[in-house]
């Protein structure tokens, strides 16, 4: 009798670990297949300084992107390609191109006989590098640009490997775009966590009037933005899109997750909100950090619709 409970219970537990174990399987499937399934978004924004004359300017943002050995730059390529079909008015860019998350075997193969921060940054440079200029001829009629993020503070050059595949860097600047008497500004910040932050620089090339959209890597740039006059006052900024958050990116119960995110918790976690007066969106942004895994946070691009209120 003994030796058959013993077997039973041997069984039971065989049974619940064979259980638990596809449950496991299950779930990292589901994750892995989430972190590779893009959400693509349309939202109209009402921006109260927006001229009538851009009623309808379209603008896709892409953030994120962190490429590395799974989100390889011929896989963002591809995402790319298929987004140009939008055919936006303007390309706006957050951040995070490529990631510095330690290289898998190949690199870490090669450092064998060369040191390892060689072979990452020449890698992660080659990588950059393929990204832009396969997108140098993006489809966007109006403005291609993009801010710096975090991780891409650690490869030198960025500016210039921007300029030289067509694409505006906004560090701490904006650029004025022009249709008739009519014109939108488009700022962008360096990186708010490890870059230079000059807010101020950006806020005393316009105005309340004017319509600004301002793009940060980091959500945590918009309490100081609200606060920051312009010349003219405060209140300046209409549209803020950030990204970094990365929704979180593996959520358990609505918290942060596994992603490094705001200093301001959840606040900025996603999505859209309104403060002070300013339209802010989050994007999840395309790839992942740590492991390549997403859960409830699943990626996203935004083609955003800029409305006039009359």
Not at 79 to 104: F, H, N, R, T, W
Request: charged content about 20%; aromatic content about 8%; glycine content about 8%.
């Amino acid at each position: 009798m003994a030796g058959a409970r013993k077997a039973k219970k041997r069984r039971l537990l065989l049974g619940l670990f064979a259980t638990l174990s596809m449950i496991l399987i299950l779930l990292l499937g589901w994750m892995a297949a989430e972190a590779n399934w893009v959400r693509f978004i349309r939202v109209d924004v009402p921006l109260r300084n927006l001229p009538a004359s851009f009623d309808g300017t379209t603008i896709l943002f892409v953030a994120d992107l962190h490429i590395d050995n799974f989100n390889t730059p011929e896989k963002t390529l591809r995402l790319m390609d298929q987004l140009s079909a939008a055919k936006p008015d303007i390309l706006l860019l957050g951040g995070d191109y490529v990631s510095q998350e330690p290289e898998a075997l190949p690199a870490r193969i090669a450092s064998l006989w060369t040191r390892p921060e060689i072979v990452n940054s020449e890698l992660k440079l080659e990588r950059r590098e393929r990204f832009f200029r396969g997108i140098s001829d993006f489809p966007a009629q109006l403005l291609r640009a993009g801010v710096p993020g975090n991780h891409d503070l650690a490869l030198p050059g960025l500016d210039e490997c921007m300029r030289r595949n067509n694409i505006v860097p906004l560090i701490n600047t904006s650029i004025r775009i022009n249709r008739g008497d009519d014109s939108i500004v488009l700022a962008g910040l360096d990186d708010w966590k490890d870059g230079e932050r000059d807010i101020a620089a950006v806020a005393k090339d316009v105005t309340p009037e004017d319509c600004v959209i301002l793009l940060s890597h980091s959500p945590d740039a918009l309490p100081v933005a609200v606060n920051t006059p312009s010349n003219g006052g405060a209140g300046w900024v209409d549209l803020f899109l950030c990204a970094h958050t990365h929704g979180g990116q593996i959520r358990l119960f609505g918290h942060r997750g596994l992603a490094e995110s705001s200093v301001y918790g959840n606040r900025y976690l996603t999505g859209l909100r309104i403060e002070n007066g300013v339209i802010a969106l989050t994007c999840n942004g395309v790839g992942t950090t740590g492991v390549p895994l997403r859960f409830f946070a699943p990626p996203q691009v935004y083609l955003i619709t800029l409305r006039y209120v009359s």
